[in-house]
């Protein structure tokens, strides 16, 4: 599978972006998905995951309340809406892809990346 993210983009704190993340091939439904997130200097750190069937989802407790992921798997696509931005929330999102719901939220595993997209919010 490869993937594509896109939607990122300048906004003020307290406002609203929803990225996607476009994914190739016919067997996107056999992977759990996975948006992460790295702010300028820090690590990469996970942001929310949902499972291949949408039944499951976690966040961390950064974005909780927030943030929701949501899977189209007709449209090969996963996305991410996140309200109430905050100034801390700056950082190049990236999604992933892991046939293993477990291993999709670590940073660690090999799953497959998409490339980043920026989200700058403004104070």
């Known amino acids: 599978v490869q993937l594509q993210a896109s939607g990122g983009g300048l906004v003020q704190a307290g406002g609203s972006l929803r990225l996607s993340c476009a994914a190739s091939?016919?067997?996107?439904?056999?992977?759990?998905m996975g948006w992460f997130r790295q702010a300028p200097g820090k690590d990469r750190e996970f942001a929310a995951a949902?499972?291949?069937?949408?039944?499951?989802?976690d966040y961390a407790d950064s974005v909780k309340g927030r943030f929701t992921i949501s899977r189209d798997n007709a449209k090969n696509t996963v996305y991410l809406q996140m309200n109430s931005l905050k100034s801390e929330d700056t950082a190049v999102y990236y999604c992933?892809?892991?046939?293993?719901?477990?291993?999709?939220?670590?940073?660690?595993?090999?799953?497959?990346w998409g490339q980043g997209t920026q989200v700058t919010v403004s104070s």
């Open positions: 091939g016919r067997t996107f439904s056999t992977y759990a």
């Open positions: 949902i499972s291949r069937s949408g039944t499951q989802t």
């Open positions: 992933a892809a892991n046939p293993i719901y477990a291993a999709v939220i670590k940073t660690e595993s090999r799953s497959v």
